[in-house]
C-alpha cells in the first residue's frame, strides 16, 4: 500500500497530456480504468454515468467530423475568420485523430430519482465524478489523459454519430494513451485565497 505521502503526491501529479505516441493501449487496460472510473460516489448511488469507448480509425473518423462540422457552424455564427475556423478544425481533429483511445462520458438523463433541476445537476455531478476518477485511473496505468468539453457544443452530433440511446447526454470526451509530453505542473491559487474558514463569531 502506497504511503500518504505517495497517494497526495500521486494526485498532484496528474497532468492533462495532449500529445499521444501511437502505442495502441490493451482493452484490458482500459477495461481497468473503466472499473476503477465506477468507484467514483454518485446521488443516490444511481450511478448514471455511461462510456463509450472509441478506438476504431473510422468510428473516431466518424465522430471527429460530426463534432468540428458543429465548431465550424458555430464559430461562423459567432463571426470568427474563415482562417481561425479553419485552424481550430484542423487542430481538433488532428488532436482526436492521435489519440489511440477516445472515451465519450455521458449521463443517463433517465437515471434519476426525479424530474428535477436539482436531480438533474447531481447526475451531472455524479458523472463529472466519474470523469475525474478515469483521469486518476488513467494516470495510475502510467498514461496521459485529457477532459475535452467539445462533446456539450455537440451532444445531438455526437449522439447521432455514435448511434447512442436516446437517454444517453455526451458530457465529455476523455482522449488518453501513453504521454509523449511531460507538461510542467501549472500552478494552483493559493489555499488562503480560496478557502474560508468558518468563524464561531458571525460579526469575525
Ligand atoms: C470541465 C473541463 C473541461 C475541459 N476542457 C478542455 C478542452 O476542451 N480542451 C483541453 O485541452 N483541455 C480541457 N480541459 C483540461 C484543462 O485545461 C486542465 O485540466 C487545466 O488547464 C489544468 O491543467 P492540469 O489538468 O494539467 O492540472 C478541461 C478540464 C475540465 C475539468
Redesign the pocket.
Known amino acids: 500500500m502506497p504511503t500518504k505521502s505517495e497517494l497526495h503526491t500521486f494526485l498532484r501529479t496528474?497532468?492533462?497530456?495532449?500529445r499521444f505516441k501511437p502505442d495502441p493501449v490493451p482493452e484490458s487496460v482500459i477495461e481497468e480504468i473503466l472499473a476503477t472510473a465506477t468507484f467514483a460516489p454518485s446521488a443516490h448511488n444511481r450511478q448514471p454515468w455511461r462510456f463509450v469507448v472509441v478506438t476504431d480509425l473510422s468510428v473516431k473518423a466518424r465522430l471527429g467530423k460530426a463534432v468540428t462540422d458543429k465548431m465550424r457552424a458555430d464559430m461562423q455564427t459567432e463571426g470568427a475568420s474563415e482562417t481561425d475556423i479553419e485552424k481550430r478544425v484542423a487542430t481538433s481533429l488532428r488532436?482526436m485523430d492521435e489519440a489511440p483511445v477516445v472515451i465519450v462520458l455521458c449521463r443517463d438523463k433517465n437515471d434519476v430519482r426525479a424530474d428535477t433541476p436539482e436531480e438533474a445537476a447531481m447526475g451531472v455531478q455524479s458523472t463529472?465524478a466519474a470523469?475525474?476518477q478515469l483521469?486518476l485511473a488513467t494516470h495510475a496505468e502510467g498514461l496521459g489523459g485529457?477532459?475535452?468539453?467539445?462533446a456539450l457544443y455537440a451532444q445531438e452530433e455526437t449522439c447521432a454519430a455514435l448511434n447512442l440511446p436516446e437517454s444517453w447526454e455526451p458530457q465529455?470526451f476523455y482522449f488518453l494513451g501513453y504521454p509523449d509530453e511531460a507538461?510542467k505542473?501549472?500552478d494552483r491559487k493559493p489555499i488562503k485565497e480560496i478557502v474560508k474558514w468558518s468563524q464561531t463569531s458571525p460579526d469575525v
Open positions: 496528474r497532468r492533462s497530456i495532449r488532436r463529472a470523469g475525474l483521469l485529457n477532459w475535452i468539453c467539445w465529455a507538461p505542473i501549472k
